[in-house]
């Protein structure tokens, strides 16, 4: 399993009051599987994906990562975890305004002591795979909204991992820009023999992925 979570509990305190926002879940995923994660606004997706991303730590249950249990870990150990064994992509494509989209696919990779031979190579390979790489050399400010989230995405695989988490990554892009990207998206992440756990609200894009799972009143169906 490349992930399983375990009676997650999440909760916050509201005044004197206490609001439950996940109510015991048990969810699990296997290496290479793609799950659309579903529900309505305010039932806590992206509250779950912070958890998942190990960005939020659960009121009480445990979160197993690729066999290892990341609940308790330090600080530095989740930074590891993160940078080893994940990727992200969020609705907002969160580039750095400041570097070409090529610059933003190689940082990540030369965090990890990629040469930059390498991670230029590779950044290049990933553009290609998006239909980017007449773009490489321009800043986000230069790119269309659905070209900076191609570049977010070539991005979050830039370092292989083993599991994807995208929160609502087409949320933001018209209805014709959302299902290229969602495509584009979809066979990048099967060719790369990656995990996908994302977040949407498109039922119709959800039923392209492996499984659908639904959140609601703080439990998966």
Known sequence: ???ELRNIVM??????????????INFSMKNGE???????????????LQIVALLEKPTSGAIIINGEDATNL????????????????????????????????M?????????????????????????LSHRANHNPKNLSGGEQQRV?????????PKLIIADEPTGNLDPYNAEVIFDIFVNLVKSNSTSLLMATHNLELA???????????GKIF
């Open 1 to 3: 399993m490349i992930l």
């Open 11 to 24: 909760q916050f305190k509201s005044g004197d009051s206490c609001i439950k926002v996940l109510d015991g």
């Open 34 to 48: 793609s799950v659309a994660l579903v529900g309505q606004s305010g039932t806590g997706k992206s509250t779950l």
């Open 74 to 105: 330090s600080d530095d150990g989740k930074t590891e975890i993160r940078r080893q064994t994940l990727g992200f992509v969020y609705q907002f494509h969160n580039l750095l305004p400041e570097f070409s989209a090529i610059e933003n696919i």
């Open 107 to 131: 940082i990540p990779q030369l965090v990890k002591k990629v040469t930059k031979k390498e991670a230029r190579k590779r950044a290049l390979e990933l553009l290609t795979a998006v239909n």
């Open 152 to 160: 977010a995405i070539a991005r979050a695989l830039a370092n292989r």
């Open 207 to 217: 039923k392209k992925l492996g499984r659908t799972v639904y959140l609601s009143e």
